[in-house]
């Protein structure tokens, strides 16, 4: 290490060539805003110096292009972009994404511990650098039926890991304010360090006690006032905006240079499909600046700000010492990538290519008690003032609605007219053979069913339907694919992803995923389907901790008050 930090001396004082200059490049200066013209030195995988010329061993022309950190998205399930670890890493990387803290709860969720051990090997493997806060609450509530529980105890024993940050999303937070015991026995193991927030719609005097715990982030804020509160309060709101959470628009007025320090970004989910429609993290930069956020505050939140609150020291500014993440923009406004450098090395398909990758994990996670027939999913009794979700689009938040609804020979049946599905979550734990049954509002489906082992956050399979026969085919096929999409229609499969990996992500490329996602959009539209990310959607139907009426295999919820829907 010696030996490193003398020539890393030597080359930013330019008494030595540095290992690689990227030369004739505007740095744009996260203290003032300036665009300055420089060389760019880097020893290995630091920068060593700036605002100077140096000569290189290596050299390569910047030729004029804005150069800024590479970005860190400070909160997301790589398991939700539906593609492995590795492949993440060569598909957002490219998008200027050179650290991204990940929490595998959605696999931790099927497999427990495996799911860390996945991880963690994955990440000391890939180009980027890809953190791992570790998952604080699986399950989430008991009101579902979860592949795995970890205590205080199986998470402490990864705390030292050098890819490990803190603790993940503390979603319990009626636990927390309640002193649960096994919520306090992990904020304890962890006090001192980063532990990420969850508290959607958490205010007063219960966001106090939240907070006191020792909680330093938060990525549910989906209000202005709301967020405003949580900064004063003293954390950093990441702000999200991911396939169905899409939360910039109404943040956007609050991230100013003056407020910017207390604001990252995240994706939380975000699919191949969006990322190759719209980017990753450069557009979420791209849209904040459309929405009249100064660049400035964009770029800070997008790296200075998201290092800080995650105490990553080394990154988030191009200044000597730093690790050398760097992006190189056409435009600034835009954030228009034209090349990237993770750690000093240029991002091609030759330094994908050059990974020592690991075998995917999780195959055979779907284990249903029996086959699921029609008769399984069938709702007796009145249709007088049903519960029913209602879906918010663009927002995991539900509303809890009631409406009449028709009933034929005893049964109760979704409503086309005025667009109610049936909905139901089926246990696939292989622990027992529950389903939860109910209506959701909001699908836009004339026909047909969808069916999807995601299903945040214990991953039952979630279907949902206007008939049951379809509901029940779709099931069927799932299990024959070991997890995924399925979309059917009139007793016929017409699209499908296949998702064996824990029901949870593909064993094949971003691409083709990218394609199969592509296929059932179009035959959700051809559906009646309204939905910009039906799947997605359906996915968060079972996330009992997000308000205010949701489904997990146990029956309905209603999240404000914790109980089941008689």
Do not use: W
């Not at 995917?360 to 086959?371: E, H, R």
């Not at 927002?395 to 109610?420: E, K, M, N, W, Y």
């Amino acid at each position: 290490m010696r030996h490193e930090i003398e020539r890393r001396v030597r080359q930013g004082a330019g008494s030595e060539p540095a290992d690689l200059v990227i030369r004739n490049v505007r740095l744009f200066d996260l203290v003032t805003g300036a665009l300055l013209p420089t060389d760019i030195a880097i020893t290995g995988d630091r920068v060593v110096g700036i605002l100077d010329r140096y000569e290189g061993v290596r050299e390569i022309d910047g030729e004029g292009r804005i150069a800024v950190p590479g970005f860190i998205d400070t909160h997301l399930h790589v398991e939700s972009s539906l593609i492995t670890p590795f492949e993440f890493d060569r598909c957002v990387l490219p998008h200027g994404v050179t650290t991204a803290i990940c929490d595998p709860h959605e696999m931790a969720n099927v497999l427990g511990t495996g799911a860390f051990d996945y991880f963690l090997d994955c990440a000391t493997r890939t180009v980027m650098d890809l953190r791992v806060n570790l998952s604080s609450c699986v399950p989430a509530t008991p009101l579902e039926t979860s592949g795995a529980i970890l205590d205080a105890a199986a998470l402490e024993a990864y705390r030292t890991h050098p890819k490990v940050i803190g603790l993940a999303e503390f979603m319990n937070f009626p636990g927390v304010l309640g002193c649960q015991s096994d919520c306090m026995e992990k904020l304890t193991a962890f006090a001192g360090g980063h532990i990420d927030g969850h508290a959607p719609l958490l205010r007063g005097r219960a966001l106090n006690g939240y907070l006191a715990a020792g909680i330093l982030t938060d990525h549910e804020a989906t209000l202005a006032d709301e967020a405003l509160e949580k900064i004063r309060k003293g954390i950093t709101i990441l702000i999200r905006e991911g396939s169905v959470c899409k939360d910039l628009a109404a943040l956007a007025p609050l991230l100013t240079p003056e407020t910017s320090q207390f604001f990252a970004f995240c994706t939380d989910d975000r699919n191949p499909m969006e990322i190759a429609h719209e980017g990753h993290i450069d557009f979420l930069i791209r849209k904040a600046i459309a929405l009249g956020v100064a660049p400035l505050a964009a770029y800070r939140a997008a790296s200075l700000s998201a290092a800080r609150a995650f105490g990553l020291r080394d990154r988030g500014q191009i200044a000597p010492g730093q690790r050398a993440d760097i992006v190189l923009l056409d435009d600034l406004e835009t954030c228009q990538v034209a090349q990237v450098f993770s750690a000093g090395r240029q991002v091609d398909d030759a330094l994908f290519d050059a990974r020592h990758t690991i075998e995917p994990s999780g195959y055979g996670s779907v284990k249903l008690a029996k086959p699921v027939t029609a008769g399984d999913l069938a709702i007796a009794g009145s249709g007088t003032d049903r519960a029913v979700i209602g879906i918010v689009p663009g927002q995991i938040i539900t509303s809890f609605l009631r409406h009449d609804l028709p009933v034929s020979g005893g049964q109760v049946l979704p409503d086309a007219g005025q667009d109610i599905a049936k909905i139901c979550v089926i246990a696939r734990h292989g622990k027992n053979g529950n389903i939860g049954r109910g209506f959701v509002k909001g699908f836009g489906l004339a026909t047909g069913a969808l069916a999807s082992s995601v299903g945040h956050d214990s991953h039952n399979i979630c279907v949902v339907g206007m008939n049951d026969d379809d509901m029940a085919l779709a099931v069927a096929r799932l299990a024959i694919l070991g997890g995924g999409f399925v979309a059917v229609r009139e007793g016929e499969v017409v699209a499908e992803l296949s998702l064996p990996l824990a029901g949870l992500m593909s064993d094949r490329s971003f691409e083709q995923v990218r394609v199969d996602l592509e296929a059932l959009r179009c035959a959700v539209g051809a559906m009646g389907g309204t939905l910009e990310e039906p799947f997605l959607q359906l996915a968060f139907l079972p996330l009992p901790v997000i308000p205010h009426l949701k489904i997990t295999d146990m029956g309905l919820i209603d999240v404000d008050t914790m109980t089941l829907v008689n």
